[in-house]
């Protein structure tokens, strides 16, 4: 690796003018019962005329170092433009501060603390956990850094349209990514004997955790990476780790607490659309820590039930299966609850009085309850109301039309969207409709691996028009095919 990465000049886009770069605006709508009426939809924000600033960023070969300076703390005072300046504490040794020094760095940190942290929490709030647990920790461990920065500098090549070196802030992107694995295989290897595993620490676990999940978040936001179940893996055993050995004990950790609510929802997910074995444990982890940064969880345990319900009916097919209609209305009446719930949580999490916000996120709520009873019904295959799939299908899709903060919650929306996607294979109107408008929520959200979710979907229509298929059972296919997708 070159001890220098040279220099890039950027025109600065901020992380401010970024996060607007889409938003609804009115047009017409071309289905549903609004059809006709004007409709709200996404559209691009052409760039502001003013404030370009072009800025000469030199990393000094910083990431080099950073793996071979000796440990020697002191404070943080970056020389920097007081519009990107942010202490975060006091760094663990004397190559991160000199990383911590350059204003490149300085720059990737305020677009993450800014843009990156916010969609990453269910809603921001001024307690993000993304922020206020994540950015510290990272002073203490070169591998979480490392990855953060990563993670900043990809999402900011991205909405970069006009710099004038894009390419250059990509393989920086990729130099952080690789340095952040190699720092967390060195940390990971720890967990291999009972010897390493006795000098570990409840501080030490927690930190190499929080590692392996933004490194999992970071694959996330990768268009088409597949590597995101590895670090979810690797934070299992960590958490497996922890679990079995009484000194790593650190249940009562905000921060652990935390860490294995994020875990437990991304491992919710994926078991959506992957087959792995299921952790039993995930269960009580998602249904009894509440709090403002965990909104949507109420209906994210539903859907786990269901997920794990499905599996062991494909086991044990010989098992009694229960009553079609009395599982129909025991999961109405649970996603009936859980949507109350999350609402009032809704409520409590929002830093506005705005009437907009409120109805948004009562909205989703309506979206997550609609995609709840079509997953459920497709998985647990209840015929008591085929129907009406197509029918919850099409509320969502208006729902998402009424949305007026799209930009505040577009992290919230693929899985909805995607469920009602599996619902219009025959109606090529909305499938274009749906094509576009989930485009535009993953450029905005950042979370680029979407675009793999879009590739599964347009497989599956393909297929759906010319025979019946499940999409469950090509989801079944193509992660034999070593190509699963996560939809978040």
Not at 21 to 50: C, F, M, N, Y
Not at 54 to 59: A, G, Q
Not at 323 to 340: F, G, N, T, Y
């Amino acid at each position: 690796m070159p001890k220098s990465h040279g220099s890039v000049r950027i025109d600065l886009d901020t992380s401010e003018r970024a996060s607007s770069e889409l938003r609804w605006d009115q047009g017409i709508a071309s289905r549903g019962h609004l059809k006709g009426q004007p409709a709200t939809i996404i559209r691009p924000v052409s760039s502001p005329a003013a404030r370009p600033a072009t800025l000469t960023v030199e990393e000094r070969g910083a990431s080099q170092n950073a793996s071979t300076t000796a440990i020697s703390a002191t404070d943080i005072a970056p020389r920097i433009s007081p519009s990107w300046r942010y202490s975060m504490g006091t760094p663990s040794s004397t190559a991160l501060c000199a990383l911590l020094e350059t204003q490149s760095t300085q720059q990737l940190l305020y677009h993450y603390r800014c843009l990156i942290a916010s969609k990453l929490a269910w809603i921001d709030s001024v307690d993000n956990p993304w922020r206020s647990i994540i950015l510290p920790m990272a002073m203490e461990s070169p591998s979480l850094l490392f990855s953060i920065l990563s993670m900043a500098a990809g999402d900011l090549s991205s909405k970069l349209s006009n710099a004038s070196t894009p390419n250059d802030i990509s393989t920086k992107s990729n130099i952080y990514r690789e340095l952040a694995i190699k720092h967390l295989a060195t940390e990971l290897a720890d967990y291999v004997t009972t010897t390493s595993i006795n000098s570990l620490t409840p501080k030490g676990a927690t930190i190499t955790l929080a590692a392996t999940l933004v490194l999992c978040n970071l694959e996330v936001k990768l268009p088409h990476s597949t590597l995101w179940p590895i670090h979810l893996r690797a934070a299992r055993a960590v958490i497996h780790c922890c679990a079995i050995n009484d000194h790593l004990s650190n249940a009562t950790s905000d921060t652990h607490s935390f860490l294995l609510q994020k875990f437990h929802s991304m491992n919710a997910f994926a078991s959506m659309s992957t087959f792995d074995d299921l952790e039993e444990a995930s269960s009580d982890n998602l249904r009894h820590q509440h709090n403002n940064n965990n909104v949507f969880l109420e209906v994210l345990q539903i859907m786990q039930e269901v997920t794990r319900d499905q599996r062991r009916q494909m086991v044990n097919y010989h098992d009694v299966e229960p009553s079609v209609m009395d599982s129909c209305q025991e999961v109405r009446d649970k996603l009936s609850q859980a949507r109350r719930k999350t609402t009032v949580l809704c409520r409590e999490a929002i830093m506005t009085d705005s009437e907009n916000t409120r109805s948004d996120l009562a909205t989703i709520a309506d979206m997550f309850y609609y995609a709840g009873l079509i997953y459920s019904h497709q998985l647990l295959a209840l015929q008591c109301c085929p129907n009406q799939l197509g029918s919850w299908g099409s509320i969502i899709l208006d729902k998402l039309d009424s949305l007026r903060e799209v930009g505040s919650f577009c992290q919230n929306l693929l899985w909805p969207l995607f469920v009602a996607a599996t619902e219009i294979p025959w109606d090529e109107e909305r499938q274009t409709l749906l094509e576009r408008r989930i485009q535009q929520i993953v450029e905005l959200s950042g979370h680029w691996n979407g675009l793999r979710v879009l590739d599964f979907l347009r497989n599956f229509w393909k297929l759906r028009r010319v025979g019946r298929v499940n999409w469950i059972d090509l989801a079944r296919d193509w992660a034999q095919r070593g190509e699963s997708f996560i939809v978040i």
